[in-house]
């Protein structure tokens, strides 16, 4: 029986919210590779995570919008290492990461205007810019 997983303070992912299943990893191995299922493969109901706010809820669901299977579960995966145990502890701590992630609260950003000194000394830089470039056309001989 799996147990809870515990993200932060007060933020918990109950064991009936998630599913692990263990799938064929590809890449190095040998013979190995082809007997052993040691990819993890990590479904993870959103809604069932205890303690988050809703402003964090729908920042999490906005960052793993891409990662939702049919059921709307997470889907995370993991075959970092050719141990199956491993996989399953990185997999639960990419999705701790993408929770805590979504529980910082953005900072908002405050309008800000230019000083009026910084506004004429731009617009100074400007026309000396405009003068330096007007004499290097010099004057044209037309005839």
Known sequence: MPEPIEISAG?????????????RAGGPGGQNVNKVS???DLRVDLEAITGL??????????????????????????Q???????????????????????????VRRRKTRPSRGAVEARLTDKRKTSERKRGRAGARNDE
């Not at 992912?13 to 692990?20: T, V």
């Not at 729908?58 to 993991?78: C, E, I, M, N």
């Not at 050719?82 to 953005?106: F, H, S, T, W, Y």
């Open 53 to 78: 706010s809703e402003g964090a809820r729908a920042r999490l669901r906005k960052t793993v919008a891409t990662r939702l299977d049919a059921d709307g579960l997470l889907q995370v995966t993991s």
């Open 38 to 40: 040691s990819k993890v």
């Open 11 to 23: 933020v918990v992912l109950p064991a009936a919210a998630y599913r692990m299943t263990a799938v």
């Open 80 to 106: 970092k290492t050719r141990d199956q145990g491993r996989n399953l502890d990185d997999a639960i701590e990419k999705v701790r990461a993408l929770v805590r992630a979504a529980m910082v609260e953005p």
